[in-house]
């Protein structure tokens, strides 16, 4: 028999008060911030999986730009097998979701604060099924371009982590306006571009990739 999902009173979790942004030099890598490194997100050489999850293992799931952590938690919890990693790098919302995680005892879910900017050098090759990015980079103006998470560069960082034939889901709640999104996005065609007005609509796979956006 199934077991039930669980359900969880967030009125135990106040939710603090949280700035859009944080300073904008945390959006660069370590090495190029010019900002004290004490409230920098530390950067990661080895991954500790062990104390991350309850079954010691390595994500096989990524949140990348895990905010609040709703769709982090609400996935540990409707696949309790699947561990799935959070990165996020407003620390205060990394707290918060992982006060909601320890408090509700989910041993398969946790958040780390963390730049993306650093790249994903720690998480080994091939071996995420599947990466969200859900409604990200709120970086319009072409001047903070260099903010936004998904970018050429970035592409094939998250490539080499996904598994073969794995997706990266990527959520928009704008309109489809790819510009909007990533600069990659306007080099390709929009009919490529499968930013998608909700999550889980279409999404865009490793070969998709590889064959049109990985020079
Ligand atoms: C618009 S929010 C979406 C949050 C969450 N995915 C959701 O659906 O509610 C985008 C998130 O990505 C995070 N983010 C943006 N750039 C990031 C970066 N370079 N490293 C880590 N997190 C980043 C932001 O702090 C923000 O919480």
Redesign the pocket.
Known sequence: MLEEKKTIDFRKYPIPRVRH??NPQ??LPATQAQVDLSWYPPTIETPTWKTWFANGLPASVL??????G??LIDHALTYPDVNILG????GI?VDWTNDVIDGERIGNARAVW????NGLAWIADESITYA???????WPKARHAK?R?VNRAMLPVVARVLRAGAEWRI?SGRSPRPSRVSPAATTSTRQSWPCCGSIGLPSWCRTWVAQNVVS
């Open positions: 942004h944080v945390v959006y949140d990348i730009g895990s905010g609040r709703g769709f990165l996020e790098v407003r919302l963390y730049s993306l900017a969200t990015y859900l409604f990200p980079d709120p903010r998470f959520g």
